[in-house]
């Protein structure tokens, strides 16, 4: 449980664009989808994953012709299959998080000294 919440909104555009913190909320899905899918026989982007985000709503005008708009977020629960950290079926894969650092990794073409063959990933690279 617990998890982090966005910081409040600034206001839309008049014409009815998205605020900053509708912006956020939306941006932050393929981060936790990246720590939380991976490849299974099935499926190359399975979700491992569960979580439940509390949206919470504001009023910036008290009249009954402006809609609440959304004031902030929180990750209330985050459910993750850690066994898959540690071991995969043969033809399975890690969460995608880990490939998608070590390729980070590797194109900074910094001696890190981190490979996908070290950690026991196999070497296949993140999906796109």
């Known amino acids: 449980s617990g998890g982090g919440g966005l910081s409040p909104t600034s206001s839309a555009t008049a014409s ?3 605020s900053r913190i509708d912006r ?3 941006s932050s899905n393929p981060l936790l989808e990246a720590f939380g899918n991976a490849k299974t026989l099935r499926n190359d982007n399975s979700s491992r994953f569960g979580k439940y985000i509390e949206l919470q709503f504001g009023i910036e005008q008290f009249d009954s012709t402006t809609p609440p708009r959304i004031a902030g977020a929180r990750i209330r629960t985050y459910l993750l299959e850690k066994v898959r950290i ?3 079926h043969e033809g399975e894969r ?3 998080i880990f490939y998608q650092a070590l390729a ?3 194109a900074c073409s910094a001696p890190s000294g981190l490979s996908a063959g070290r950690f ?3 070497g296949a690279g993140a999906p796109s």
């Open 24 to 26: 956020q909320v939306l």
């Open 94 to 96: 890690n969460f995608h």
């Open 86 to 88: 540690v071991s995969q």
């Open 16 to 18: 009815g664009g998205m």
């Open 120 to 122: 026991g990933l196999g």
């Open 104 to 106: 980070a990794a590797e």
